[in-house]
């Protein structure tokens, strides 16, 4: 603040330069990337160091644009806006002795502030311009043109356990056994099939014939298929039986089952 | 390194077999073993990459010494990028290599000082780098950033709301050629001046960043990443 | 090389400013900017794109010369590749630049049982396996189980065609932890249940190993195993 030691006449010093500046900036309003960066801009017009900065005659140079905006019809965006409230609300601050009674912080500190973060900002651009300015890879510095990937090789071992070896082979030798259960038609003979042959053939038994005449060709032989068939045999009789078809008779355990047909 | 190998030729030959067996391999070996690797790989290597694949019992960190000063001042050297180790070609050879010159994406100036205050004061939360720039970071800037695999997502601010930080990569030091973020360009005497510091601001000074109440973990982020 | 430094070292200032302006660089620059090209590039690169590359005046072939002495026993070398150039990991480390992966798998049921087939009925024939399990024994299997030493060749047998047999292998019993096939457990109560009956098929369906006349030398190979 020292270099404006007459606080009040801060508007009527700009410059008719810098009224013209501030026109520029309005045209160029979209080119800003808001309020912090058209303060920077405006501060580089008062031609010295950012520490010594007058921010009270940045705030009316600030004021200044926004206001010529508004003459020139130029819709200004709502953070373009804030901030020159704020800015109007400091430089009052600024300008008119402090008031012992209102609280939070004053007007030099808060434009201190304000003066820490043009120039952080534009510290950061000249960090950032620096950092462009370096060797780049691909421009100035290069990496390895054939890199050599890392070949993988993927070894495959296989396990197997005793217990495995074992079992595998137990599946083998006893695959007949444990196969899924299927019916095994070769060997039955059914209750069905018997009945079928024993309604043709029971007519012409007009006398006590054994069970075993009745079984079918080619099953006696096979001790497994001639009791499928005998017992097969047998229930058939009984469900003749059960239909007064037939008789039949046993005349002890275990001797052989006669059957003749029953004449209604 | 020829004291290296005498060491080992004074030895009987019985015991020099099974050092070959058990034990590392003389330091000019790993050397060579490790600029095998620098040269085989286009991203820098970490030295705990290089000790997992170099026999058991090498050091890598100490071949690395060798290795680096063996290639001052050739036409490629050995670089330090972060936590890592990679073979680049000397600075001043650019103007030869035009034809693998990759087209390097025009940034927008918001991308550059992004990425600029992200380098200078990570780890730092987006309503940070606000608060910088006096603007909203659009989310396309961000994005393209870590698209680049230039920054990327640092630690949690354990504060309110729990922000993301950002940080600079691996990648980042590599195509800057900087050894680590302690090293970008005038980062001491920015740290020096304060600029570096999240001051609070006494106010209520339109921003962003305002309602962000978590400027005291920032410089903490900061020391801790520069003390030394 | 040093001397080569030292050549450039010896010459006036004003006499290397005018060299860079007007002649060639001295060959220890040549040789810099070769080893960087070949660094960088894609593609080995011949002798005529050196000299396009590099400043007017300067000799890449002789360059090469010195490049190719100077990584002489280095981790890599400046190797010809067809008429061209380029810069490769050394022969003998070869080794670095692979990382092996061991994945376990569990054997296949065919190459169990055929691996059972043959424990359990050395020396057994092609043939046989396959009438044993009911099915053909690929190629594969058999190679596998070779490849894993757990089997080999054992005697031909003397019959028509000549079959080969397989037995089982000193690996195998090591894995299996045995001392011989004899000693594969539960075989006796295999053989008491009946199950190593290696009866014909019923109906005596030819099966590959019908036609083979051999069945006694499977049952002397057998009985030679199992008796005790």
């Given at each position: 603040?020292?270099?404006?030691?007459s606080?009040?006449?801060?508007?009527?010093?700009?410059?008719?330069?810098?009224?013209l500046?501030?026109?520029?900036?309005?045209?160029?309003?979209?080119?800003?990337?808001?309020?912090?960066?058209?303060?920077?801009?405006?501060?580089?017009?008062?031609?010295?160091?950012?520490?010594?900065?007058?921010?009270?005659?940045?705030?009316?140079?600030?004021?200044?644009?926004?206001?010529?905006?508004?003459?020139?019809?130029?819709?200004?965006a709502?953070?373009?806006?804030?901030?020159?409230?704020?800015l109007?609300f400091?430089?009052?601050?600024?300008?008119?002795?402090?008031?012992?009674?209102?609280?939070?912080?004053?007007?030099?500190?808060l434009?201190?502030?304000?003066?820490?973060?043009?120039?952080?900002?534009?510290?950061?651009?000249d960090?950032a311009?620096?950092?462009?300015?370096?060797?780049?890879?691909?421009?100035?510095?290069?990496?390895?043109?054939?890199?050599?990937?890392?070949?993988?090789?993927?070894?495959?071992?296989?396990?197997?356990?005793?217990?495995?070896?074992?079992?595998?082979?137990s599946?083998l030798?006893?695959r007949d056994?444990?196969r899924?259960?299927?019916?095994?038609?070769?060997?039955?003979?059914t209750?069905?099939?018997?009945?079928?042959?024993?309604?043709g053939?029971?007519?012409?038994?007009?006398?006590?014939?054994?069970?075993?005449?009745?079984?079918?060709?080619?099953?006696?032989?096979?001790?497994?298929?001639?009791?499928?068939?005998?017992?097969?045999?047998?229930a058939?009789?009984?469900?003749?039986?059960?239909?007064?078809?037939?008789?039949?008779?046993?005349?002890?355990t275990?001797?052989?089952?006669?059957?003749?047909?029953k004449?209604? | 390194?020829?004291?290296?190998?005498?060491?080992?030729?004074?030895r009987?030959?019985?015991?020099?077999?099974?050092?070959?067996?058990?034990?590392?391999?003389?330091?000019?070996?790993?050397?060579?073993?490790?600029?095998?690797?620098?040269?085989?790989?286009?991203?820098?290597?970490?030295?705990?990459?290089?000790?997992?694949?170099?026999?058991?019992?090498?050091?890598?960190?100490e071949?690395?010494?060798y290795?680096?000063?063996r290639?001052?001042?050739?036409?490629?050297?050995?670089?330090?990028?972060?936590?890592?180790?990679?073979?680049?070609?000397?600075?001043?050879?650019?103007?030869?290599?035009?034809?693998?010159?990759?087209?390097v994406?025009k940034?927008?100036?918001?991308?550059?000082?992004?990425?600029?205050?992200?380098?200078?004061?990570?780890?730092?939360?987006?309503?940070?780098?606000?608060?910088?720039?006096?603007?909203?970071?659009?989310?396309?800037?961000?994005?393209?950033?870590?698209?680049?695999?230039?920054?990327?997502?640092?630690?949690?601010?354990?504060?309110?709301?729990?922000?993301?930080?950002?940080?600079?990569?691996?990648?980042?030091?590599?195509?800057?050629?900087?050894e680590?973020?302690?090293?970008?360009?005038?980062?001491?005497?920015?740290?020096?001046?304060?600029?570096?510091?999240?001051?609070?601001?006494?106010?209520?000074?339109?921003?962003?960043?305002?309602?962000?109440?978590?400027?005291?973990?920032?410089?903490?982020?900061?020391?801790?990443?520069?003390?030394?």
């Amino acid at each position: 603040m020292s270099d404006t030691p007459s606080l009040l006449d801060g508007v009527e010093n700009q410059s008719v330069s810098e009224r013209l500046a501030a026109e520029a900036l309005i045209v160029d309003v979209d080119g800003f990337e808001g309020p912090l960066d058209l303060l920077l801009t405006l501060s580089r017009t008062q031609k010295v160091d950012l520490m010594k900065i007058s921010i009270l005659h940045l705030a009316q140079q600030y004021l200044a644009f926004v206001e010529k905006a508004k003459q020139l019809r130029i819709e200004l965006a709502a953070d373009y806006l804030v901030m020159a409230a704020w800015l109007a609300f400091l430089k009052s601050r600024l300008l008119l002795p402090p008031d012992p009674t209102e609280e939070g912080p004053s007007g030099e500190e808060l434009a201190a502030h304000l003066a820490f973060q043009l120039e952080r900002l534009q510290a950061m651009r000249d960090a950032a311009a620096q950092l462009m300015a370096r060797d780049q890879m691909g421009r100035d510095f290069f990496r390895r043109g054939i890199p050599q990937e890392m070949e993988q090789i993927r070894k495959v071992s296989y396990t197997a356990n005793l217990l495995e070896l074992m079992q595998a082979y137990s599946r083998l030798r006893t695959r007949d056994e444990f196969r899924p259960f299927v019916m095994d038609r070769e060997n039955v003979f059914t209750m069905e099939q018997a009945l079928d042959r024993m309604r043709g053939l029971i007519g012409f038994a007009g006398d006590w014939t054994d069970l075993s005449i009745y079984l079918p060709d080619g099953w006696s032989a096979n001790p497994m298929r001639r009791r499928a068939a005998t017992a097969a045999t047998f229930a058939a009789s009984l469900e003749l039986v059960k239909a007064g078809k037939v008789e039949i008779r046993q005349s002890e355990t275990f001797a052989p089952i006669q059957l003749r047909r029953k004449d209604q | 390194m020829d004291s290296e190998n005498e060491i080992t030729q004074e030895r009987d030959p019985e015991q020099t077999r099974k050092d070959t067996l058990f034990d590392a391999p003389p330091m000019a070996e790993q050397e060579r073993m490790v600029e095998a690797i620098l040269f085989a790989s286009a991203d820098p290597v970490t030295v705990r990459e290089l000790n997992d694949r170099l026999p058991h019992g090498c050091d890598a960190a100490e071949a690395l010494v060798y290795l680096r000063k063996r290639y001052e001042g050739r036409g490629v050297s050995v670089v330090k990028v972060g936590d890592a180790w990679a073979i680049r070609t000397a600075g001043d050879l650019g103007f030869l290599m035009q034809k693998e010159t990759v087209e390097v994406r025009k940034l927008s100036r918001a991308a550059i000082e992004t990425l600029a205050i992200i380098a200078y004061h990570q780890p730092v939360t987006r309503a940070e780098i606000e608060e910088i720039r006096g603007v909203t970071v659009s989310r396309g800037t961000i994005d393209l950033l870590i698209e680049m695999e230039w920054i990327r997502f640092g630690r949690r601010r354990m504060t309110p709301g729990r922000p993301v930080t950002f940080v600079v990569t691996q990648n980042f030091l590599d195509h800057f050629g900087l050894e680590s973020a302690r090293d970008l360009p005038g980062i001491k005497e920015l740290r020096a001046a304060g600029l570096l510091e999240n001051r609070l601001p006494p106010g209520a000074i339109p921003g962003p960043a305002v309602q962000d109440d978590d400027d005291d973990e920032v410089i903490d982020g900061q020391s801790e990443l520069f003390e030394d």
